[in-house]
């Protein structure tokens, strides 16, 4: 069975940093388009970042500069480094997978995380 399990989520002062792991069962993950999304309450899940088998990356201009996707093959998990966050940037994160060759910031992905919550918060 295909999963994802999100995790590192936490409280965390403006300025600082986390890092969320997004680990899979059941699949070889570097064979996935990953993205990760979030979404803040009451607004729509939004893309954030994504990781193509290739390993190549995107991002949403917004947020170029403070976030950076990777990928342990090794581990099978794939990880969002979160600098200098904002308050702004609270939200449930979430991973999602699909059997795809790019990686696109759409949440039309086939498999999905439980989520887990980011706040920003003094």
């Known amino acids: 069975q295909l999963q994802l399990v999100e995790s590192g989520g936490g409280l965390v002062q403006p300025g600082g940093s986390l890092r969320l792991s997004c680990a899979a069962s059941g699949f070889t993950l570097r064979y996935y388009a990953i993205g990760w999304f979030r979404q803040a309450p009451g607004k729509e899940r939004e893309g954030v970042s994504c990781?193509?088998?290739?390993?190549?990356?995107k991002y949403v201009d917004s947020l170029k500069g403070r976030f950076t996707i990777s990928r342990d093959n090794a581990k099978n998990t794939v990880y969002l480094q979160m600098n200098s966050l904002k308050p702004e940037d609270t939200a449930i994160y979430y991973c999602a997978a699909t059997n795809q060759a790019m990686c696109f910031m759409s949440p039309l992905y086939d498999y999905w995380g439980q989520g887990t919550r980011v706040t920003v918060s003094s």
């Open positions: 990781i193509s088998p290739s390993g190549s990356t």
